[in-house]
């Protein structure tokens, strides 16, 4: 075969790598945890494609990750029998295609000055990760179905090489780590075991550590295999009291990519016509990618232990695009195709109990921050250490812009969202929940009053508030973007209307004053109001609709108030701006 000639990384990757390789992150034991994450991928990938084609698994039918680490050589290998790749996915996986986290990576990084490597593997880059404890990194490959191995080599500076292999290769990878002189550490078995134990306990695919054979000399007592480390089984079958909180806190970081505190989580076993097993997690900090429409979802779809898809859109609704975690059916075919997943009942039944779950658990947080008058926790000066409980309220700031879009999307739960909601409001600085806007509305107020706009620090002294600060009623400040789209469809909450001081006449004259100002209103409009009205009208012309005279300014002279059936002035800058 001719030798193989280094090819360049692109641009972003050699990027990527460049950060990974000078980092002086601490944390590099993450390594292991991205290379198993891959291997049991791998695992999980060829075990649903042998069940269309079961002589993929031929010669070799089990499914493991092995973790041999060569002092004498100072490497670790990490060994899969998994689905392997081919020359092509050698090229497009591991160094040329810029995958579409890599970009976000690196901005991230940059915003921070220094990228927060624990996050690497969310941004799709994990592989690169062997190169903060590696100065070259030999993967020997062979794909599930093919028959010609590969080896990819490099050392994360000068680009990489691939080339055939002529002697016989075993399906699967194995990334051998030429471990830097400084990570020699790695090569303990001690370690290595804590690493396994910590970061990848509930791996469903047996992780086997090969201690070093003992010199030869040493007749050494009967030879011992392998010794297998974590427990192998799917976490979620286990029983609820035997898994921990730390299991599931690593289970949680596996499956969402992510690194920081669950926020909420519902693990459940439906029995009955449709059996199944869900284990959901609600992130405490918003991932970064959630308006990114290439996202991938985020529950993976198991039938009966086996993985099948983690790219299911239906199994939850959008507006809890952040959740992530599986459910595991017992019922589904395993050849089972999207078609009848897509559309079945099976999906849309487990899509309506998953929705019901999550949103009752966000429910109970928020009556239990409610209760413990939880504070919002100061940002800590290290991201990284927060792993303090976060309030349902600085929760919400994050996600409530994103589990708004279920009150117009989903009106089945519709009432269940609008108790979760909270908002700005002229009632003091912090947030309020409908039931609490409603306790305090005055007498005689039929509506729920609000405005909106860019930002609530401008819209507190919003000239149209004048009244109804001089009336003492409360107004809900809402800037969000998606606020305009579900406050024209949700009409009501508890018989209450949504009404927009900036449209139309917002009636707030059936609320009694707080304040007698009765002088003010006896003064009737007269003669020189009238003229001025047709002034104004006749110097603005086709600028506005109509000059009214109106009750509800104290201070300013004048306001603009969009059409009662009209749309709200917000959402016309909104709209305009898309056409633009
Ligand atoms: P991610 O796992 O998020 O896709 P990585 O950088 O960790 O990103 O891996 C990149 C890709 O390389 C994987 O998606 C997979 O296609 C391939 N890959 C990495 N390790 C293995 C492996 N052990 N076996 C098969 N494919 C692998
Ligand atoms: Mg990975």
Redesign the pocket.
């Known amino acids: 075969a001719p030798a193989a000639s280094t090819q360049p990384f692109t641009a972003e990757v050699g990027r990527v790598l460049e950060i990974v390789i000078n980092s002086l992150y601490k944390e590099r034991e993450i390594f292991l945890r991205?290379?198993i994450?891959?291997?049991s991928?791998?695992c999980d990938k060829l075990r649903y494609e042998a069940i269309a084609e079961p002589s993929l698994l031929a010669g070799d039918a089990e499914l493991k990750i092995t973790i041999a680490p060569d002092a004498k050589a100072g490497t670790i290998a990490i060994t899969?029998t998994?689905?392997?790749?081919d020359r092509q996915?050698l090229i497009d996986?591991?160094g040329t295609i810029a995958?579409s986290g890599t970009a976000r990576f690196l901005e991230a990084a940059g915003q921070a000055g220094k990228a927060d490597l624990r996050l690497i593997?969310q941004f799709?880059?994990?592989?690169?990760a062997a190169f903060m404890v590696a100065d070259k990194v030999s993967v020997t490959?062979r794909k599930a179905g093919t028959t010609t191995g590969h080896l990819w080599e490099s050392d994360g500076k000068t680009g990489y090489t691939i080339s055939p292999l002529e002697t016989e290769v075993p399906r699967?990878?194995r990334?051998v780590l030429h471990l830097k002189e400084d990570a020699k550490e790695f090569l303990d078995s001690w370690k290595i075991r804590g690493i396994i134990r910590t970061y990848s306990d509930h791996i469903a695919v047996p992780i086997l550590l090969e201690e070093q054979k003992e010199s030869k000399e040493e007749p050494s007592e009967t030879e011992k295999g392998p010794e297998q480390i974590n427990e192998g089984s799917a976490l979620w079958t286990r029983p609820r009291s035997e898994i921990s909180e730390e299991q599931y806190r690593e289970f949680y970081h596996h499956v969402a990519?992510s690194f920081d505190e669950p926020f909420a989580r519902v693990h459940f076993t439906a029995e009955g016509t449709l059996a199944y097993t869900g284990l959901l997690f609600v992130p405490s900090q918003k991932p970064f990618d959630l308006y990114d429409p290439k996202r991938r979802h985020g529950v993976k779809l198991y039938v009966k232990r086996v993985f099948i898809t983690d790219d299911l859109a239906e199994l939850l609704p959008r507006y809890l695009r952040f959740v992530s975690g599986i459910v595991d059916s017992e019922d589904l075919q395993l050849n089972v195709s999207r078609e009848t997943l897509q559309h079945g009942p099976v999906v849309t039944r487990m899509r309506k109990v998953l929705t019901k779950r999550v949103i009752d658990e966000l429910g109970k947080k928020a009556a239990l921050t409610a209760s413990e008058n939880a504070a919002t926790p100061t940002e800590g000066e290290e991201k990284a250490e927060q792993t303090e409980t976060v309030s349902y309220e600085s929760w919400w700031t994050d996600f409530g812009a994103i589990l708004k879009e279920g009150l117009y999307e989903d009106q089945e739960n519709r009432k269940k969202l609008l108790e979760l909601a909270r908002f700005k409001s002229t009632h003091g600085s912090g947030l309020t929940t409908l039931e609490q806007y409603v306790q305090r509305m005055k007498e005689g107020q039929e509506s729920i009053f609000y405005i909106s706009g860019e930002s609530a620090e401008a819209l507190r002294t919003h000239p149209q508030l004048e009244e109804a600060n001089a009336k003492g009623v409360e107004v809900l400040l809402m800037d969000d973007p998606v606020d305009e789209f579900w406050l024209g469809e949700v009409n009501e909450y508890e018989g209450k209307s949504f009404k927009s001081l900036t449209k139309g006449e917002a009636d707030l004259s059936k609320v009694a004053e707080s304040e007698p100002e009765k002088k003010e209103e006896e003064a009737t409009p007269g003669e020189d109001l009238d003229r001025l009205v047709a002034r104004l009208k006749l110097g603005l012309g086709e600028a506005v609709k109509d000059v009214r005279i109106s009750k509800r300014l104290r201070d300013s002279a004048v306001c603009l108030v969009a059409e009662e059936h009209g749309l709200d002035m917000r959402l016309e800058r909104l709209l305009k701006q898309h056409r633009e």
């Open positions: 991205e290379l994450s891959n291997a991928d791998a899969d998994g689905i392997g790749m996915d996986n591991l995958r593997g799709g880059v994990g592989f690169y490959t699967g990878t990334i990519h």
